[in-house]
């Protein structure tokens, strides 16, 4: 079993900055990679950034690539997104997820979710 845990959201201006950080803990052995996706209300859930668990693999959805960086701190058990220049459009309640498998763009694929943090960007 893998707990996950977001933190880090809140409010914030266009342009602004925020860190997120999903902690990880329980049988993270089996985990491939790690994954931040984004429900708006109204809107479905997307793939933001994926990791993986072990190596150094990274990938973007392009609405966010340029902007948003994922990292791993592997003493912590912790995943990190770096949200830059951020945009009204980054609203949305951001989820950390864990998967077995290497289809990380797709949520269906993960089997462990955070509870989500909420990130507000106003105009």
């Known amino acids: 079993q893998v707990q996950l845990v977001e933190s880090g959201g809140g409010l914030v201006q266009a342009g602004g900055s925020l860190r997120l950080s999903c902690a990880a803990s329980?049988?993270?052995?089996?985990?491939?990679?790690m994954g931040w996706f984004r429900q708006a209300p109204g809107k479905e859930r997307e793939f933001v950034a994926a990791i993986a668990w072990s190596g150094s693999s990274t990938d973007y959805a392009d609405s966010v690539k340029g902007r948003f960086t994922i990292s791993r701190d592997n003493a912590k058990n912790t995943v990190y997104l770096q949200m830059n220049t951020l945009k009204p459009e980054d609203t949305a309640v951001y989820y950390c997820?864990?998967?077995?498998?290497?289809?990380?763009?797709?949520?269906?694929?993960?089997?462990?979710w955070g509870q989500g943090t909420q990130v507000t960007v106003s105009s």
């Open positions: 329980g049988r993270t052995f089996s985990t491939y990679f």
């Open positions: 997820a864990a998967t077995r498998t290497y289809a990380y763009r797709q949520g269906r694929e993960y089997n462990y």
